[in-house]
RNA sequence: GCUGGUGUGGUGGAAUGGUAGACACGAAGGACUCAAAAUCCUUUGGAGGCAACUCCGUAACGGUUCAAGUCCGUUCACCAGCACCA
């Protein structure tokens, strides 16, 4: 009998014990695969059947890989800083380390009986000080370069979390991590300008292998849009009001402007007379949360009592203010022009605005002086050039992405390596530190007083997170880091960039006061760059040895989730252009493909929770049908990318599967091998299944791998087909389900294991067949099957064709109109 | 509203434009058993027929084609992302 817990208990311990490792160097081979999943967040509800399915269905390409000669990096680690593991702490009343490194071991626990051939070697965590000093250190590379600054804007702050978020950590106004309500402020904040990158982010995607729809999304989120940005002088004044348009070719047609109410020539513009209601309505935004904002239906606004000119004809405009203008995308400002945008026209009609057609059904210009008559594209390029040669427009792109909010006033994340001096220090700077300055200096004012950021040196790093007393959010403004008066009061080296606590003496004139920054960083931020790290996870000196950097890069696959398209691969494709920028590493991109991996549901569709009790534990699964019955159930469960349900009743078939598989080959043992290869449709079936699988695994058809496994066995397990086939099965098999396979290789006498066997390769001549089979399709029906030789002609076919009972029946008297064979599949008889 | 995607038996799903429903689950019947479980065998989209077989059938309607689940158009439903982005 299949005992699947004595089984894979045995390889387990054989594997451990040094039977098989999946180190990268198994092969001479220089080609080579780099596979990674996304790390997990180590989480104390352990395991879920979601990280399994795509684990598993890298393993099985890593598996193949393997066996097909290359050097496989299969390697992982954990994500583990970050507000869950923060807030389990609080509630326990013990410290974020000692969770993070308990859920760790529980998850290494789980993974372990799951047959995946991970590199262990290689594991990182993004809470090792070793590790997050590298972190550190593209951080400073990034304050230097003048991309890290701080500003104060307005910011996602959710009060439950006691933290700012970034944009893409917010969805419909609540936390991405809990679904609390969260409202914008304005806070001074640590910023990265990945708004920079905007453009190569966009372009770049040209040159990988994504799956459409994540391309689409990205796309999306960075919204590029081209437009022309122009000025308009404000009547009696001299300023002008600029604006962004994508719709140049509608200039004629603009019979007002509206500023956003944050925007700050409002004030200066607004006439006298209306002061008071302009004051009133920026009140009245400003009170507005953002929600509120969005759920309002109706357009309001305020005339100012300003007017612009119009540039080309010189028509007075009327500049109003509305909070359906936003001060965060493009100028603050828009031109509006009610005949061609229907959020223009909204509010022109309710506040009874002129409104002007410029814009045919043909899209020819019209009511466009000079322009009538042209195209609406002719017409763009023509105003852009005029706009431009006056001086009062050019061409512009424009993003609608913001710069990355990148700091949380939390305790469990990575210290920025910062130091806060006086502005009388920072003249003092000299030697190594003002090389690692940021073009622009970047202050803060405390208690009236200006204070600036230097950087810490390198050989300071890292820096690690102090012991605090409280691990609670204080509120808007200092994280718990704050408290450790001993860890942020330091002395400075102002030539040096070290620095130590205020608690020892002064070591020498040189060193000056400082104040450690007490903000930490997102939890994005140690999984933008992991994968440079598994390439060369124990490097002291750098953060991954460079030519291990050019043998391993770009990710071959990288597999991940929906949710992390806008976020995470974002940011981690911003950092790696950095890291291109600076010389780190030498590819534009940091991933060469990546695919999805669909959800598991709980049974009904629904999505699993604990509070609704409908969780499957995976390990309860492995204990009751085993881990290779799990495996091969979540491959075959459905497509790999779509959601799904699960269905223990599923599992339990698959379990049935490989107890046959077992049976079969025992049954095959018995009779000593004395096996003959009799059956004529044998080599071809077998080698058609070599084929298959082989394909079906480098397009995540993981799914009908299975069935083809099953077809195969339902087919060939009542015969003596030969132990060469007996072990291509096995060694097919062997991705899927690692310990079966390992046990039925053993027991068919080999001595090593299977997965470092080689992969069969299929013979395309096995593939013919000298007999083949012809539908024949009758006015686009299929009416009969015949066998003819592989080799025969035309005519012969044909002959044999119209020679079929079935086809004299149909056709009758009727005379073929026309005769069509595809080669080895159709004839097809038309009639009619 | 915009963008992307998906609609196939009782269920999960398969199908390079060429036998729709592979494979599995479930169900029904049978074998083994004192009995049950496990296992094995048979049937399983609908309608008609003793049968060989015939007709219908992939969200709806239309089109292209000798031939459409697959390609094109329109509509509907659902899922995901974005959402006053000028």
């Not at 590790?131 to 500003?151: P, R």
């Not at 690690?464 to 509120?475: F, H, R």
């Not at 140690?526 to 060369?536: M, N, P, Q, V």
Request: proline residues 4%.
């Amino acid at each position: 009998m299949y005992n699947h817990r004595s089984i894979e208990q045995k390889w387990i311990q054989k594997w451990e014990d040094g039977f098989v490792s999946y180190g990268v160097g198994n092969t001479e081979s220089e080609q080579k695969k780099y596979i990674l999943v996304e790390f997990p967040f180590p989480s104390g509800a352990g395991l879920h059947v979601g990280h399994i399915r795509s684990y598993v269905a890298q393993d099985i390409k890593a598996r193949m890989y393997r066996m097909q000669g290359y050097q496989v990096l299969y390697p992982i680690g954990w994500d583990a800083f970050g507000l869950p593991t923060e807030n389990y702490a609080i509630q326990n009343n013990i410290s974020p380390a000692i969770a993070t490194a308990d859920n760790i071991a529980n998850f290494k626990k789980q993974l372990a009986v799951l047959g995946l051939s991970f590199d262990w070697s290689r594991e990182i965590n993004t809470t090792d000080p070793k590790y997050y000093k590298w972190t550190q250190w593209i951080w400073l590379q990034m304050f230097k370069a003048g991309l890290a600054y701080q500003d104060k804007t307005q910011v996602w702050w959710c009060e439950e979390l006691k933290t700012v978020l970034a944009n893409e950590e917010v969805i419909d106004g609540k936390s991405e991590r809990g679904g609390y309500p969260c409202t914008r402020v304005p806070l001074r904040q640590w910023m990265l300008a990945i708004t920079k990158y905007a453009d190569r982010l966009d372009r770049d995607l040209d040159t990988v292998d994504y799956l459409p729809v994540i391309k689409t999304q990205q796309r999306n989120w960075i919204g590029r849009s081209e437009g022309v940005q122009l000025k308009f002088k404000i009547t009696n004044s001299t300023e002008f009001v600029e604006v962004f348009t994508t719709r140049i070719d509608t200039l004629f047609g603009v019979t007002f402007l509206v500023l956003a109410p944050e925007h700050s020539l409002l004030n200066k513009i607004t006439t006298a007379e209306y002061q008071a209601q302009v004051q009133q309505y920026q009140e009245q935004t400003k009170s507005k949360s953002d929600l509120d904002r969005q759920q309002e239906k109706d357009k309001t606004g305020v005339f100012t009592g300003a007017y612009a000119t119009s540039p080309l004809n010189g028509k007075q405009i009327p500049i109003w203010t509305a909070d359906y203008v936003l001060m965060n995308y493009g100028t603050g400002a828009v031109m509006a022009v009610p005949a061609h945008d229907e959020r223009d026209r909204e509010f022109a009609k309710k506040y009874k605005l002129e409104i002007i057609n410029v814009i045919t059904e043909g899209n020819i210009l019209e009511n466009s002086d000079l322009y009538n008559g042209l195209s609406t594209t002719e017409a763009k390029l023509k105003l852009t050039k005029e706009l431009s040669n006056q001086n009062l427009g050019q061409q512009k792109v424009q993003y609608k992405l913001r710069d990355w909010v990148f700091s949380r006033q939390r305790y469990w994340g990575e210290p920025f390596p910062i130091v806060w001096i006086s502005e009388y220090n920072y003249r003092q700077l000299a030697g190594n530190v003002t090389e690692s300055l940021p073009p622009q200096a970047i202050t803060r004012e405390v208690d009236g007083v200006l204070q600036y950021a230097v950087p810490l040196s390198v050989t300071d790093l890292p820096l690690e997170l102090p012991e605090v007393e409280s691990y609670i959010p204080q509120g808007l403004g200092d994280g718990p880091l704050a408290q450790a008066k001993d860890w942020v009061e330091v002395w400075y080296d102002t030539t040096t960039g070290r620095a130590v606590s205020r608690k020892n003496p002064r070591p020498d004139n040189n060193w000056v006061e400082g104040m450690r920054e007490t903000d930490t960083m997102p939890n994005w931020a140690g999984s933008s760059w992991y994968y440079l790290r598994y390439i060369d996870p124990n490097n002291d000196a750098v953060l991954s040895d460079k030519n291990l950097l050019e043998k391993w890069l770009p990710v071959d696959l990288y597999n991940g989730g929906m949710e992390h398209v806008t976020v995470h691969l974002l940011y981690s494709r911003f950092w790696h252009k950095f890291l291109y920028d600076i010389g780190v590493v030498s590819t534009i991109e940091p991933y060469k493909t990546r695919i999805k991996h669909g959800m598991i549901l709980a049974e009904g569709g629904v999505k699993m929770s604990k509070s609704k009790g409908n969780t499957v534990d995976p390990i309860e699964m492995v204990e009751l049908f085993g881990a290779d019955s799990l495996r091969v159930y979540e491959m075959f469960m459905g497509p790999y990318d779509e959601a799904i349900a699960w269905d223990t009743k599923g599992l339990i078939g698959c379990s049935r599967f490989l107890k046959r598989i077992y049976q079969w080959i025992i049954s095959i043992k018995s009779k000593d091998l004395e096996l003959v290869d009799n059956i004529p449709k044998l080599d071809y079936d077998t080698h058609y299944l070599i084929k298959k699988i082989t394909q079906d695994i480098d397009n995540q058809k993981y799914n009908t791998c299975i069935s083809s496994l099953m077809e195969y066995l339902n087919l060939y397990n009542t015969k003596d087909i030969g132990i060469d086939n007996i072990q291509i099965y096995i060694k097919l098999l062997a991705p899927f389900a690692p310990h079966l396979a390992e046990e039925l290789w053993e027991i068919l006498g080999e001595i090593s294991t299977v997965h470092l066997s080689r992969w069969p390769k299929y013979d395309e001549s096995k593939l013919l067949q000298s007999q083949v089979d012809y539908q024949i399709h009758i006015n686009g029906k299929m009416r009969d099957i015949i066998n003819v030789s592989a080799n025969s002609s035309h005519s012969d076919i044909e002959f044999k064709a119209l020679d079929s009972s079935k086809v004299k029946n149909i056709l009758g008297d009727n005379k073929p109109k026309k005769i069509i064979i595809n080669k080895d599949k159709h004839i097809v008889i038309i009639i009619n």
